[in-house]
């Protein structure tokens, strides 16, 4: 898979490149801001693009606007969003235009690096990664109806809001998948969430219900 | 033969503050003859309703231009700066003239011109007379020669009196620099009280300078907190995450290593994480950018998510407040949850922001031990001062054993 890469620190852009070539990605392009960002997707139609939110000029949501701009453009382009600090209002931004092929990660995510080079691959096939801290924000502002989930339901919940498939949150808090799929029914009965079997579906319905997407 | 300095001086000075008497003379009793018309016409016709208004009138035109007059001759005269008590309109209307009526500093004019002036014309002519009968009396034996011989002759002791004119004459012109200097002195300070900004006005005017720049100075203080966090950010920060990259790239691609290289590596790699968390709270609670960007409500979610216990948050704000205020606001909570994690016990927090009317509205509550003490170097003394710099006030109500609310009301202008 072919990689575009938009980070205006140097040294970090070094260290970028190398995780995703060890995720078997090739970075055909690195830039250092949206503008050149646009452009070089424009070129060369790769499959990510990995994008830092602040970039000259006003180093405020650069990368959010221009992920949005290539979201709507190039839906066979994944995103993915990479900040020092995370905020609800750019990952509701991010997928407002569309929820798969979506992610948004704290910088740091990228020194773990083989759980990186996984959530990126898993935003390039189609899915969706958000960091702990952006579903921790979102959770935070749905208070009220989540006090009915009990808290393993709840880290279930955030779990699945991440982007993460059944198998990835039966791994995470060491329980079977079947035990997992109970907790979603739970969760989806007490929410009045629309059942929905696809990993992806269920991702949406989540996001949908904690007021991070409109589409 | 020279003349002494100092002589020189004095005498230059009582010259200068001769002349400044001398010319205020016709300015003082220039509305003499206004009011003395309106007694005399009146006392002879009785018809008040036309002299009244008419001479009403004339003072009230006459005022702003002996101002002006009397502004001008202190400058060049004395050079003394009698400053404006209020910034002059700059075109006369009906309405600036109806103001300039109803405020004080007219008043306190017309009393200077119409009462005044005539009484410091007095003291000025006083000195003047002194001046000329001195000049006369110590120059008396030439007015003497200057008499026809007959005269001399036929006047009995005037041998006896000249001398004695001759030293008054010159004691009084000895003493004309002083006389002039007093009542000169007398004159421009009763000017620059009634024709200058008076007390209330010069407060009124430090008051505002004060604001001003005690705005300036909260603007530079969240300028150069902008400008620390832009820099961490940039800096710092990204050298942290990019080594905290290599040491997981170690990791991952030298998986040979002997078990201590290993152990040690994995050793950094947490430091290195833990230092940007740890960096990474303290940056942002500096300035977040997003506080700029997507206003207060967004920034909280950041603020509120950290705290590692539930918090409930709730923002009903109809638009955005000034950026000092925002950025107020989001430092009394960013403190006020701080303190609430590390003291309180609590096992829940409540923010709420809100818009009442012209004021904005911040409650944290939490269900703590209570007994906290704005004097106890928590945090809480700082937050009331920061409250304080923008005009807003800070309230703090904990019980021993709870709950603990703090409330804070920030002026915010429409």
């Given at each position: 898979?072919?990689?575009?890469?938009?980070?205006?620190?140097?040294l970090?852009?070094?260290?970028?490149?190398?995780?995703?070539?060890?995720?078997?990605?090739?970075?055909?392009a690195?830039?250092?801001?949206?503008?050149?960002?646009?452009?070089?997707?424009?070129?060369?139609?790769?499959?990510?693009?990995?994008?830092d939110?602040?970039?000259?000029?006003?180093?405020?949501?650069?990368?959010?606007?221009?992920a949005?701009?290539?979201?709507?453009?190039?839906?066979?382009?994944?995103?993915?969003?990479?900040s020092?600090?995370?905020?609800?209002?750019?990952?509701?931004d991010?997928?407002?235009?569309?929820?798969?092929?979506v992610?948004?990660?704290?910088?740091q995510?990228?020194?773990?690096?083989?759980?990186?080079?996984a959530?990126?691959?898993?935003?390039a096939?189609?899915?969706?990664?958000?960091?702990?801290?952006?579903?921790?924000?979102?959770?935070?502002?749905?208070?009220d109806?989540?006090?009915?989930?009990?808290?393993?339901?709840?880290?279930?919940?955030?779990?699945?809001?991440?982007?993460?498939?059944?198998?990835?949150?039966?791994?995470?808090?060491?329980?079977?998948?079947?035990?997992?799929?109970?907790?979603?029914?739970?969760i989806?009965?007490?929410?009045?969430?629309?059942?929905?079997?696809?990993?992806?579906?269920?991702?949406?319905?989540?996001?949908?219900?904690?007021?991070?997407?409109?589409? | 033969?020279?003349i002494?300095?100092?002589?020189?001086?004095l005498?230059?000075?009582?010259?200068?503050?001769?002349?400044?008497?001398?010319?205020?003379?016709?300015?003082?009793?220039?509305?003499?003859?206004?009011?003395?018309?309106?007694?005399?016409?009146?006392?002879?016709?009785?018809?008040?309703?036309?002299?009244?208004?008419?001479s009403?009138?004339?003072?009230l035109?006459?005022?702003?231009?002996?101002?002006?007059?009397?502004?001008y001759?202190?400058?060049?005269?004395?050079?003394?700066?009698?400053?404006?008590?209020?910034?002059?309109?700059?075109?006369?209307?009906?309405t600036t003239?109806?103001?300039?009526?109803?405020?004080?500093?007219?008043?306190?004019?017309?009393?200077?011109?119409?009462?005044?002036?005539?009484?410091v014309?007095?003291?000025?002519?006083?000195?003047?007379?002194?001046?000329?009968?001195?000049l006369?009396?110590?120059?008396?034996?030439?007015?003497?020669?200057?008499l026809?011989?007959?005269?001399?002759?036929?006047?009995?002791?005037?041998?006896?009196?000249?001398p004695?004119?001759?030293?008054?004459?010159?004691s009084?012109?000895?003493?004309?620099?002083?006389?002039?200097?007093?009542?000169?002195?007398?004159?421009?300070?009763?000017a620059?009280?009634?024709?200058g900004?008076?007390?209330?006005?010069?407060?009124?005017?430090?008051?505002?300078?004060?604001?001003?720049?005690?705005?300036?100075?909260?603007e530079?203080?969240?300028?150069?907190?902008?400008?620390?966090?832009?820099?961490?950010?940039?800096?710092?920060?990204?050298?942290?995450?990019?080594?905290?990259?290599?040491?997981?790239?170690?990791?991952?691609?030298?998986?040979?290593?002997?078990?201590?290289?290993?152990?040690?590596?994995?050793?950094?790699?947490?430091?290195?994480?833990?230092?940007?968390?740890?960096?990474?709270?303290?940056?942002?609670?500096?300035?977040?950018?997003?506080?700029?960007?997507?206003g207060?409500?967004?920034?909280?979610?950041?603020?509120?998510?950290?705290?590692?216990?539930?918090?409930?948050?709730?923002?009903?704000?109809?638009?955005?407040?000034?950026?000092?205020v925002?950025?107020?606001?989001?430092?009394?909570?960013?403190?006020?949850?701080?303190?609430?994690?590390?003291h309180?016990?609590?096992?829940?927090?409540?923010?709420?922001?809100?818009?009442?009317?012209?004021?904005?509205?911040?409650?944290v509550t939490?269900?703590g031990?209570?007994?906290?003490?704005?004097?106890?170097?928590?945090?809480?003394?700082?937050?009331?001062?920061?409250?304080?710099?923008?005009?807003?006030?800070f309230?703090?109500?904990?019980?021993?054993?709870?709950?603990?609310?703090?409330?804070?009301?920030?002026?915010?202008?429409?």
């Open positions: 898979m072919r990689a575009v890469i938009a980070e205006d620190s140097v970090l852009r070094v260290g970028l490149v190398k995780v995703l070539e060890m995720g078997g990605f090739q970075v055909v690195e830039v250092g801001d949206a503008e050149a960002l646009l452009a070089a997707v424009e070129e060369h139609q790769p499959e990510l693009a990995l994008v939110v602040r970039m000259p000029p006003t180093f405020t949501d650069e990368g959010v606007r221009a949005a701009v290539i979201r709507r453009g190039r839906p066979r382009t994944a995103v993915v969003l990479l020092q600090y995370v905020e609800e209002r750019y990952a509701a991010l997928l407002a235009t569309n929820t798969s092929g992610g948004y990660l704290l910088k995510r990228v020194a773990d690096v083989q759980d990186f080079a959530a990126v691959r898993r935003v096939e189609g899915g969706t990664a958000l960091d702990p801290q952006v579903v921790a924000q979102l959770l935070l502002r749905r208070g109806p989540l006090a009915a989930l009990t808290p393993r339901e709840r880290e279930v919940l955030a779990l699945m809001a991440e982007g993460r498939s059944n198998a990835g949150i039966a791994e995470a808090l060491t329980v079977s998948e079947s035990a997992v799929a109970k907790h979603i029914n739970n989806f009965a007490k929410l009045d969430l629309p059942v929905a079997d696809a990993d992806h579906r269920r991702v949406l319905a989540v996001l949908r219900f904690l007021g991070a997407s409109r589409g | 033969m020279t002494p300095p100092r002589l020189g001086r005498a230059r000075r009582a010259r200068r503050d001769t002349g400044f008497l001398a010319t205020g003379v016709p300015v003082h009793l220039a509305l003499v003859p206004v009011w003395s018309w309106a007694a005399a016409t009146t006392a002879r016709t009785g018809n008040w309703a036309l002299t009244l208004p008419v009403v009138a004339l003072v035109s006459g005022v702003p231009v002996l101002t002006v007059v009397q502004r001759r202190h400058r060049a005269l004395l050079g003394v700066d009698i400053r404006r008590s209020a910034p002059v309109p700059r075109r006369w209307s009906p003239a109806l103001r300039w009526l109803s405020s004080p500093r007219a008043w306190r004019q017309v009393g200077y011109h119409l009462l005044l002036g005539p009484l014309a007095l003291s000025e002519l006083s000195v003047l007379v002194a001046a000329a009968v001195g006369a009396g110590a120059t008396g034996y030439g007015w003497v020669w200057a026809p011989a007959g005269v001399r002759r036929d006047w009995f002791g005037w041998a006896t009196l000249m004695c004119y001759t030293v008054l004459g010159l009084l012109l000895s003493l004309l620099p002083w006389l002039a200097g007093v009542v000169a002195r007398a004159e421009s300070r009763s620059a009280a009634l024709l900004p008076s007390r209330a006005d010069r407060l009124q005017e430090r008051v505002a300078y004060l604001a001003g720049s005690r705005t300036d100075l909260i530079a203080v969240d300028a150069e907190r902008r400008r620390i966090e832009r820099d961490l950010h940039d800096g710092t920060q990204q050298r942290l995450i990019s080594l905290a990259v290599n040491l997981g790239l170690a990791m991952a691609t030298r998986p040979d290593l002997p078990g201590e290289a290993r152990e040690a590596l994995a050793e950094a790699h947490l430091e290195a994480k833990a230092a940007i968390a740890e960096l990474g709270d303290l940056v942002r609670g500096l300035h977040p950018a997003v506080l700029e960007d997507r207060l409500d967004a920034a909280l979610s950041g603020l509120a998510a950290r705290v590692p216990l539930p918090v409930r948050l709730r923002v009903e704000l109809p638009e955005r407040a000034a950026p000092a925002e950025s107020v606001a989001y430092f009394v909570i960013s403190e006020a949850l701080a303190n609430v994690t590390k309180a016990g609590a096992s829940r927090v409540e923010v709420t922001v809100r818009r009442v009317g012209t004021v904005l509205r911040v409650n939490d269900d031990l209570g007994g906290a003490d704005p004097s106890g170097g928590t945090g809480l003394s700082g937050l009331a001062k920061r409250v304080g710099s923008v005009d807003g006030v309230r703090l109500s904990s019980p021993v054993g709870g709950p603990t609310t703090v409330t804070v009301e920030l002026p915010c202008a429409r």
